[in-house]
Each structure stands twice: as C-alpha cells, then as structure tokens.
C-alpha cells in the first residue's frame, strides 16, 4: 500500500513539473524554404564577380525547449547557382551542408527569436571558370525569429560569416563576403 501511494504521488509530481514546463521538452520536424545570398566575392587570381543569388533549402530541425528558453538545432542542405560576371561569363553552382545550433527565447509562446553559430560544410561546387578549393568547414553566426502556430513554423533567419578570408570553405584571394537571409516553413512532429 505503501508503494501504491509513494508511486501516485511520483506521478502527480512528475506530471505537475510537466506541466509547469520544468521538465525539458524535445520536438523534431521538417524544414525547407527560400534562400537569398547577398554577395561580395570576387577573385583577383581570375577576372570575375559573383552576382546575388536566389536558392533553395531543406532539412530536418529540432527544438529541445526548458519553458521560454530552449536549443534549436538544424541540418539544412542548401543549393545556390550563381551567375559569374567576368572574362568567362558562366555560371557556379554551390551545394552546402548548414549546423546551426541556436538558443532561442519564445515570446508570449507564439514567437521565437534565435541566435547562435552556424557551421557550414560545402558538399558540392560546379564551376567552369576553375578549381575551387574546398577547406575546412567554416563557422558564421545566425540570428533571427521564428513564429509556431501549432505544429507549423514560418522563420527568417540572417546568416553570416566571421571571417572575410574564408568563406562556405572558398578559398581566393581578394575581399571575400557572403550573407545569406532564409525564409522558411517548417513542421514539427
């Protein structure tokens, strides 16, 4: 009898804290939408320029949340095809693994806003206009909100690098810059 009142009154605690929202809750989902770069790349081993570019993304996110404040990690693979101004007019496809892990503050439990590191790995490049080294993955930042109604997300994310000299792991010389703004949709689980 003992043990039946002792294990009630662990599952009323347990409950409770759930509810209060003192126990972690983990969610995953999906993820895809919009990707623009905003670009400041240009090479002084090769007479070219990277115009702005307009792509895609998609990827699985998750949210491991602690009542307001939370961790909200994401795999996005991303694809961009840039058209190249210059000697050699053609075009460059760039494909990229992107990690963010953002913390997040929710507002009124309707509205998240994100910061945090992004890590980036380049997956693929096409190029015509010559070989492209592909480095170590590179590290920037993200900041931005993101707005759950139920089990569906709408974000806005910037994404940015730290470094002018490296950039998604391209290595040239000269002023290197590239700034990504994401709009997306996604759906948790």
Sequence with gaps: MKRLFLLCALLCTF???QANGLLPKFKFGIKA??????????????DFKLDSSTGWFAGLQGELSFGNLGIHPEVIYS?????????????????KLDIPVLLQYKLLGLIALQVGPTFCVMTETDSPIGDWEIKRPTVGYAAGAEVQIWKFTVSARYNGSFKRSEVLGLSTKGENQINTFQLGVGLFF
């Design 79 to 95: 694809h961009n095809k840039f058209d190249v101004e210059g000697s050699s007019a053609t075009n460059l496809k760039l494909n």
């Design 15 to 17: 409950a409770q804290t």
């Design 33 to 46: 939408g919009m990707d623009y770069q905003s670009n400041n790349l240009r090479s002084e081993l090769k």
